[in-house]
């Protein structure tokens, strides 16, 4: 069996049935089963069209569903509109489901749930796994999401910043259970990339591309984080890194740049440096400030305070600081690095300690601990910060 060959069907034939008439939650069952059937069946009989296979047993499940619990009058009905037999129209509306899946009345983690089990053709287990929550909170939260959006048009516009939005939050899981949910989001943007020309479609896919092309260099064996400036750049994947920066070179020549596109010039810039040292830190604060013009985000003020810190002096980067909230997620950590830089290790040790306590991940926290725990290997026991 060619699992890659069915995940990439699945989209396309589940938009066809949807198109035909069958409602979201309906037809993602009968797809679901045709996909079964076709395990069963394929390393045997090979259909000579595979889509058209997808297609027409899917409906039929969904007709023999359908005729199952409507009345007779609708079951005839539905006989009569069922299409005559022939080669599958090459229409692809794997657009439309992605704007369905990230319909604005779904949260978040339905949304990519959901993105993830229709477009993307990963089972619910697959899913659950990659979360890292039962099978069966899994299923309810699907199944919530399609019934959700059974009702909506197909044929409404979608908003494609919530589609883009979505498809970050999917690469931002990283790897996880057996689905790298990081590659996953790639392939899906690349798809969406191939039917619709946006600038920020093309940004996304760059800023994945070339933050992807820094993965085996992210970890050390032993697991632990190893910052940006410590990374082995020769483990850095060239070829994503070229591709993301020509991507990236063709959106911002079309002149209108958006949050993705601003993301990925500032990852272009990383990249791009033979060295940490030679990071041109100049040029990243004024990316910065371009997406601080088109986000208003405290995240990005937060960065930027970092970039600000690296390319003017420490000094500066805190009193940029010294003006956000210190509420925000991770400013300890950011306080405590420009805090070491500025000279001030005392300070540093115990803003370390603070961010390690209130880390998100326990890579992280590990981290930071490690940092806090090398500072005061400095002190005397009695002057430690943390005592």
């Known amino acids: 069996m060619d699992d890659a060959l069915l995940r990439s069907l699945t989209p396309s034939v589940l938009a066809i049935l949807v198109r035909r008439g069958a409602d979201f939650a309906a037809a993602e069952d009968a797809v679901q089963d045709a996909l079964v059937e076709a395990v069963r069946v394929w390393p045997d009989e090979p259909p000579r069209d595979p889509k058209g296979w997808l297609v027409t047993v899917a409906w039929r499940r969904f007709l023999d569903t359908t005729r199952a619990e409507l009345s007779r009058r609708r079951r005839e009905s539905a006989t009569d509109e069922e ?34 089990r229709a477009v993307g053709g990963l089972t619910t287990r697959q899913i659950a796994r990659a979360y890292l929550v039962p099978e069966a909170t899994m299923a309810q939260r699907i199944s919530r999401a399609k019934r959700t959006v059974s009702g909506v048009r197909f044929d409404r516009p979608g908003d494609v910043a919530t589609v883009l939005r979505v498809l970050y939050l999917v690469f931002n899981e990283g790897y996880s259970g057996d689905v790298d949910l990081a590659a996953e989001a790639i392939r899906l943007v690349r798809q969406l990339a ?106 990005v003020r937060l960065n930027r305070a970092v970039a600000v810190g690296e390319a003017d002096g420490p000094h500066a980067g805190l009193a940029e600081l010294a003006t956000l909230d210190d509420s925000l997620p991770r400013h300890p950590a950011v306080a405590a690095y420009l805090h070491e830089r500025a000279g001030d ?7 370390y300690a603070e961010a390690a306590y209130k880390a998100p991940t326990l890579a992280e926290r590990d981290h930071l601990t490690r940092q806090a725990a090398r500072l005061n290997s400095r002190f005397p026991l009695r002057e430690r910060p943390d005592r």
């Open 83 to 116: 299409p005559a037999p022939g080669p599958t129209p090459a229409v692809d509306d794997t657009l439309q489901l992605y704007f369905l899946c990230a319909h604005p009345s779904l949260t978040p983690s339905s949304a990519v749930a959901l993105t993830l």
């Open 194 to 299: 191939a039917g619709y020309d946006h600038p920020e479609v093309a940004g996304l896919l760059a800023l994945m591309l070339l933050h992807h092309a820094r993965r085996a260099s992210r970890t050390a064996p032993d697991g632990s984080l190893v910052p940006l400036a410590e990374q082995d750049r020769g483990r850095w994947d060239t070829m994503l890194i070229a591709e993301g920066v020509a991507i990236l070179q063709a959106a911002l020549a079309r002149d209108r740049l958006g949050e993705y596109q601003a993301q990925a010039a500032i990852a272009a810039l990383h990249a791009d440096a033979p060295t940490a040292e030679e990071t041109d830190w100049v040029q990243i604060v004024e990316w910065y400030d371009e997406l601080l013009r088109l986000t208003g985000s405290p995240i």
């Open 345 to 351: 290790a005392t300070t540093a040790a115990r803003l």
